[in-house]
């Protein structure tokens, strides 16, 4: 997802002659995205460019972090797709949920089952056949249901 322009606010030059640029680019939900940058042996636009690329790669890390740890999270809201899409999520959330245990495993299943993905992206998120993609489509369902099981109980 875009940043929408980008402007550099200052070019200075400090006493010992290095470069200074500040930079300043609002993006597409209305986030601005401000850095100083060092210049060396670049042009403005050279550094804009790679400023904005940085803002963009550090926007969608931030996003798929935020979606996951959501993901692990009881009372978690719905993902955002701002700067990541869903499939760079579903790949998120198939890592955590090969490493993970426990209710942090069942509530990733939970999740997954819940997402809506395809049978074509479930097969290819998870490395399985056409053959082998209704048992791990059960599996996720066992798992997913144990997950609910467990937020339906109540103390006595």
Known sequence: MPIITSEITSDSTDLSGRRYINVRAPDHVGAMFRAT?????QTPAEVLAEMVTRFEADAKQAELDAN???????????????????????????????????????????????????????????????????????????????????QDEVGE
């Open 68 to 150: 996951l740890a959501n993901a692990q999270n009881d009372e978690a809201p719905s993902p955002t797709f701002n700067w990541c899409t869903r499939l760079e999520f579903g790949a998120v959330l198939r890592e955590a949920y090969r490493d993970a245990r426990g209710k942090v495993a069942a509530r990733l299943a939970w999740y997954v089952a819940q997402f809506g993905l395809t049978d074509a992206q479930l097969r290819n998120l998870f490395g399985v056949t056409a053959a082998q993609l209704p048992a791990l489509k059960t599996r996720i369902a066992a798992l997913a249901a144990k997950y609910m099981d467990l």
């Open 37 to 41: 940058c060092l210049v060396r042996n």
